[in-house]
């Protein structure tokens, strides 16, 4: 299944460059968006259109049935839940350590979002904390495959098949990854991905798609995305209402809340372009990710800690993020951070705050009034589910460590000045 990019894993980093146009437009992007522009956008559910095409090209491309485009990583998510039948006294769990996405869109279901903590060594959502974490009210989990890797999905399942929760994949940040020989969006019920512009690949700065093998939950998916409409399949076209029913005055067009959650032909036509060189694009990533880890080799560099990578597992490294050693390395995060651009570091990024800690979650503030927010359900016996410090206190610790190195760089010049930037930083601090 992943044989095309295995092979590319193989070749130097110069080889797969090569295969890259410069910047991020190649010219099969540009012919299916002029295909579009030429067809005057009216092949929305012509299964031969670019939507059709685009869907069943990603799906293919890992193993599954059916794929939803969607206009954004984060409303996948949302579409994905009303789907499940998550809504009000409902809580879904979620990692800390992740985009605001993941936790926010529970909240846009009218259910509670919660918070389980992370594994020291992957960074990813643990299943030890997952289990206590599950309620009688718990009906699904979002699990993240943060920054590329995916977290212990053999623990996460065991946990879905025992309690009947529906498992959400949030794969924004990881494109052809690999969990124990498996696709990185095979594994859940659904998976989402996001194509916003700094993502592995995108349809034009924004975008998401949602990918599953079971057809009834495509159905609803797209319904979900689609504004309700009760025509709608599990694949672009599925359904035939002839002309004459479809025009009478009397035909029911919608039968389930849904969101507008379409994404345009022209984004399309660039997704499909980006797809075709999807594992160059994958590959140039981890390319980038052994050349900055080749330096903490070779520098003897044993205060930047880079996450476990369990056997099994391919990251894809979204970005490549180590934890930050701040006694053994003797700076803080912020000198570390300035010594680092002023030796040529195009920025370091840190860590999200951890999500519940974010002032939205810790005010409560989804509504006008915090009263409002799905924390105060009468389920909860005149208790709030309320999001404090220490809630989940591994997340808390580590977040604040965290350097977030770039992988997007777009030709090996640029490569290669980061990796020189990180070996002279740590050389500079190693002499101080
Ligand atoms: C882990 C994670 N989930 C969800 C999202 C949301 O995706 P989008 O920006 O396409 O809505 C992102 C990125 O932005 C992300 O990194």
């Known amino acids: 299944m992943n044989d095309a990019l295995h092979s590319m894993l193989v070749k130097s980093p110069k080889e797969v460059f090569a295969q890259l146009p410069t910047g991020r437009v190649g ?22 259109g670019i939507f059709g095409r685009m869907e069943t090209a990603f799906a293919e491309r890992f193993g599954v049935g059916f794929a939803v485009l969607h206009n954004s990583g984060t409303g996948t998510m949302q579409s994905c839940l009303l789907a499940a039948g998550v809504g009000p006294g409902d809580e879904v769990i979620v990692p800390p350590l992740t985009a605001v996405a993941t936790a926010v869109v529970v909240v846009q279901c009218g259910a509670v979002p919660v918070f389980a903590d992370i ?22 989990i979002i699990p993240v495959s943060l920054y590329g890797l995916a977290p212990d999905y053999d623990g996460l399942m065991a ?33 989402s991905f996001s194509f916003q512009a700094s993502k592995h690949m995108t349809s034009a700065g924004d975008g998401g798609v949602v990918i599953t093998d079971d057809a009834e939950y495509a ?4 319904k979900r995305a689609t504004l309700g409409y009760a025509t ?141 927010a799905p924390n105060h359900d009468p389920r909860y016996g005149g208790s709030v589910k309320s999001y404090e410090p220490g809630d989940c206190p591994t997340c808390e610790a580590l977040q604040p460590r965290l350097c977030q190195f770039k992988t997007s760089m777009q030709s090996l010049d640029a490569v290669e000045s980061q990796v020189n930037a990180l070996r002279a930083t740590i050389r500079e601090i190693n002499r101080s």
């Not at 052809?176 to 990185?184: D, I, N, P, Q, S």
Request: aromatic share 10%.
């Open 219 to 222: 159905k609803n998916i797209r």
């Open 159 to 191: 946990l879905a098949a025992e309690h009947d929760l529906t498992v959400i994949e949030d794969n924004a940040e990881c494109f052809l990854g690999e969990y124990k020989g498996r696709m990185v969006g095979a594994i859940g019920h659904a998976a």
């Open 232 to 372: 709608l399949g599990a694949k672009p076209g599925d359904v035939f209402v002839p002309r004459d029913v479809r025009q009478d005055i009397d035909f029911e067009r919608h039968d389930v809340m849904g969101y507008n959650f379409r994404m345009s032909a022209a984004q399309a036509a660039l997704a499909l372009g980006q797809l075709e060189r999807l594992d160059a694009l994958v590959a140039a990533r981890i390319h980038i990710a052994r050349m900055y880890q080749q330096v903490l080799d070779e520098e003897q560099c044993d205060w930047l800690i880079p996450p476990v990578v369990p056997d099994g597992c391919l990251h894809t490294y979204w970005t490549w993020v180590c934890k930050l050693d701040e006694e053994r390395a003797g700076v803080d995060w912020r000198t570390f951070r300035k010594a680092f651009i002023a030796n040529g570091g195009d920025g370091l990024y840190s860590a999200w705050r951890p999500v519940h800690l974010e002032p939205v979650f810790r005010n409560l503030a989804f509504y006008a009034r915090p009263e409002q």
């Open 27 to 48: 010219e099969a992007d540009r012919n299916y968006i002029n295909e579009v522009l030429d067809a005057g956008f009216r092949n929305t559910t012509d299964p031969a």
């Open 119 to 140: 594994d020291p060594d992957t960074f990813n959502i643990d299943p030890a904390d997952v289990a206590r974490k599950i309620t009688s009210y718990t009906k699904a």
